[in-house]
């Protein structure tokens, strides 16, 4: 009498084409997981962005905007120059006349920067997501303002003000400009 049964052939065959299935909703989880990490790490890689270039521990202040990619600060603590430069989809901070370079903000489509008075900078940024993302910085006074007598609006100069930002453009579904 003979068994209806599995070849072993059949059997190796059936193995294989489960383990192929399964690797491949093992890559397809782990590439939405990155895919879901990504959208939530923009938010706080730009608000890290502005409050980086907001700390009082810096003292940058806006020397001037050379064109829309380009903004030269001046940090009052090293007592040099630097540009900050959106290329090749990222800003990032260089120490300009040689020296390194601090990427500061990645995925970005388009970015242009713009001079708002004498110490504050709008910085608006279209990331490759499709999300804009602005603020306006307030950077410390130069030496020559403090000494004239504060910024734009003739107020005297208080670290406390640092961490002050207006931030818009966060991906929400009530997006609520200023």
Not at 108 to 134: C, M, P, W
Request: one cysteine or more; charged letters at 20%.
């Amino acid at each position: 009498m003979r068994r209806s049964a599995f070849t072993l052939a059949e059997s190796i065959m059936a193995l294989l084409i489960s383990m192929v299935t399964v690797l491949a909703l093992g890559q397809t989880v782990k590439i939405v997981d990155q895919v879901n990490q990504r959208a939530l790490d923009m938010p706080t890689d730009w608000y890290l962005f502005v409050t980086e270039l907001e700390l009082s521990d810096r003292h940058f202040s806006l020397y001037r905007c050379q064109d829309e990619q380009h903004a030269v600060l001046y940090g009052a603590a090293t007592k040099k120059y630097y540009e900050l430069t959106a290329e090749n989809g990222r800003i990032f901070l260089r120490l300009q006349h040689g020296g390194g370079y601090l990427p500061m903000l990645y995925q970005v489509q388009t970015a242009t920067f713009k001079q708002l008075g004498r110490q504050r900078l709008e910085i608006e940024v279209k990331r490759s997501n499709g999300y804009q993302q602005t603020a306006v910085i307030c950077l410390a006074p130069s030496q020559k303002q403090y000494a004239a007598g504060g910024d734009d609006h003739a107020e005297y100069y208080d670290s406390s003000r640092f961490g002050s930002v207006s931030i818009s453009g966060w991906p929400s579904k009530t997006d609520s400009s200023s």
